[in-house]
């Protein structure tokens, strides 16, 4: 119990120059989302909650609370409301610079622009707003690699090299992205669905491993896909793939050995071992040997001989 009051005491003791009315305050006049989940988290740890819960509470984590709390005992707590933590921003600019991009950008989206542009300014007022490049591209439905790109021309032109045409790299492959599109909605098989979409990005200009990203696939399944198009258009991804090991026997073997197995059902599987490795040159085994004869070739063993399953 003595214990539980000291913790409850230590934690008010935290910051004991920073009333919480002035907060209040700061939260009512505040609009960056980035600055009001720093005020919102001190003040919860003023109000008696721990470093875990004030995180929980702004879907952070604790060290960054930690991180809020030295830099408000050090520098006051109004630091906080000028400076940026960590790399959320990954542009580490001045914040009368940040302040007059905010701007620029702000005043760009008001006029006429194409969606693609739209799309970059928005992704860079939230940024410079500070919040981070990756939950961006993720709520925004495009790739980081994008997000990234538009930095640094931002970086390089400013606000007016992403008012502008960015071109799109050449395409791998050369389809009607809108048919694809359109197959798409109407299959009703998950797989074939995602295959055609991976298809339409990549002929739209994205890069393979930017498709996987945004369909939900290797690099490796967006390149198989690409081959099968490339060999036989849609109805190549409509096939069923195999990607297991290939069985020993062909069809026509296991066929014989049905055959085979019908006219002798007191077989044993030592006999059947060795037909199989005399015969067909194919050796299993025990495991392989009891898979083939019950799902390849439809028998079970009962009171010592083989009938069908």
Not at 36 to 64: C, D, M, N, P, Y
Not at 296 to 303: A, C, I, N, P, S
Request: proline share 3%; with cysteine.
């Amino acid at each position: 119990m003595v214990k539980k009051k000291l913790k409850r005491r230590g934690r008010k003791a935290i910051l004991p120059s920073v009333a919480i009315e002035d907060l209040q305050a700061a939260l009512v006049a505040e609009t960056r989302p980035h600055v009001r989940k720093r005020l919102i988290g001190l003040r919860a740890v003023l109000s008696g909650a721990s470093q875990a819960e004030a995180a929980s509470l702004v879907e952070t984590t604790t060290k960054a609370v930690a991180l809020w709390l030295r830099t408000a005992r050090r520098s006051g707590w109004q630091t906080l409301m000028r400076r940026s933590s960590g790399r959320a921003s990954r542009l580490r600019l001045p914040d009368a610079e940040r302040d007059n991009l905010i701007k620029c950008v702000q005043s760009a989206l008001s006029s006429e622009l194409d969606a693609s542009a739209r799309l970059r300014l928005q992704a860079m007022s939230r940024i410079l707003q500070g919040e981070r490049p990756v939950a961006v591209a993720e709520a925004m439905h495009v790739t980081p690699t994008s997000v990234f790109g538009w930095l640094r021309r931002l970086r390089k032109e400013g606000v007016a090299g992403l008012q502008q045409h960015i071109p799109v790299r050449q395409p791998c492959i050369d389809a009607d992205s809108s048919e694809l599109r359109h197959l798409a909605t109407r299959e009703r098989n998950t797989q074939v669905r995602r295959a055609l979409l991976a298809i339409a990005l990549l002929a739209e200009g994205e890069s393979p491993h930017a498709t996987g990203l945004l369909v939900g696939g290797s690099d490796k399944t967006i390149q198989r896909w690409l081959g099968a198009f490339r060999e036989g258009g849609v109805e190549a991804l409509r096939r069923p793939v195999h990607l297991g090991r290939k069985t020993l026997l062909s069809k026509a073997q296991k066929a014989e050995l049905v055959t085979f197995i019908r006219a002798n059902p007191w077989l044993s599987n030592r006999e059947l071992w060795a037909l199989i490795r005399q015969s067909f040159g194919a050796d299993y085994t025990t495991g392989g040997l009891t898979r083939l004869i019950k799902h390849d070739l439809g028998f079970v063993r009962k009171q010592g001989r083989f009938v069908s399953a």
